[in-house]
């Protein structure tokens, strides 16, 4: 089960913090994915992490204003996506997907029915 939260309504400059709580995936060694959905486009991968946290890789731009990371405890793994500097083309619906894939430079974010856990989605307004 992937839950995340944080979104809402942040004017253009501002920062949000989303979390993801990852449970009950038994994959080992899974790597987790930040992706973006706006209405009419493809969801669109953001950012991603290893299942250590030691590899981390950022798509478009999100480098240099987002920072993913990553707390794993027991069963439970949570994962933020710091957002800095909002825009508005970064409103969108954002999800967190879970599977084992590579997480690094290079990443590549699609096809995305390639990751098997999702969550629901927290929604990222960012609009004066």
């Known amino acids: 089960q992937l839950v995340e939260s944080g979104g809402g309504l942040v004017q253009p400059g501002g920062s949000l913090k989303l979390s993801c709580v990852v449970s009950?995936?038994?994959?080992?060694?899974?790597?987790v994915a930040w992706f973006r959905e706006v209405p009419g486009k493809e969801r669109e991968g953001v950012s991603c992490?290893?299942?250590?946290?030691?590899?981390?890789?950022?798509v478009g731009s999100s480098k240099g204003r987002f920072t993913i990371s990553r707390v794993n405890a027991d069963a439970k793994s949570t994962v933020y996506l710091q957002m800095n500097d909002l825009n508005s083309e970064d409103t969108g619906l954002y999800y967190c997907?879970?599977?084992?894939?590579?997480?690094?430079?290079?990443?590549?974010?699609?096809?995305?029915?390639?990751?098997?856990?999702w969550g629901r989605g927290t929604q990222v307004t960012v609009s004066s």
């Open positions: 009950g995936v038994t994959l080992p060694d899974y790597g």
């Open positions: 992490i290893s299942y250590s946290g030691g590899l981390t890789a950022y």
């Open positions: 997907a879970a599977d084992r894939f590579w997480c690094g430079d290079g990443w590549n974010p699609d096809p995305t029915d390639l990751y098997n856990y």
